[in-house]
Nanobody, 123 residues
């Protein structure tokens, strides 16, 4: 069975940092582009960023460019999201996702999803 399990969420003050992790199982990890989405209360799910299968290419939403960094360690089947300079508007449930394909621009519809981890940024 395929599982994507996020961790690392929590409460942090504005300007602080947090690192999210997503551990994948049941897939050949190197065959999948991996990425992050987020969903704030009463809002639609929003693309955050994605990293290619080998880790050589990344794509980010404009709202997080320069603050968030996506990376992966294929030997550990793990995806990371390093979040710096956090803002209250970053508050959301963050989901990791996986798909064989890499997105064209910001258009990406992953096949597999994790359960989400809550990130709350206080002002």
């Amino acid at each position: 069975q395929v599982q994507l399990v996020e961790s690392g969420g929590g409460l942090v003050q504005a300007g602080g940092s947090l690192r999210l992790s997503c551990v994948a199982s049941g897939i050949t990890f190197t065959n999948y582009a991996m990425g992050w989405f987020r969903q704030a209360p009463e809002k639609e799910r929003e693309f955050v960023g994605v990293v290619s299968r080998s880790g050589g290419n990344t794509n980010y939403a404009d709202s997080v460019k320069g603050r968030f960094t996506i990376s992966r360690v294929n030997a550990k089947n793990t995806l990371y999201l390093q979040m710096n300079s956090l803002k209250p508007e970053d508050t959301a449930v963050y989901y990791c996702a996986a798909d064989h394909g890499y997105p064209y621009g910001s258009i990406w519809n992953p096949f597999y999803w994790g359960q989400g981890t809550q990130v709350t940024v206080s002002s």
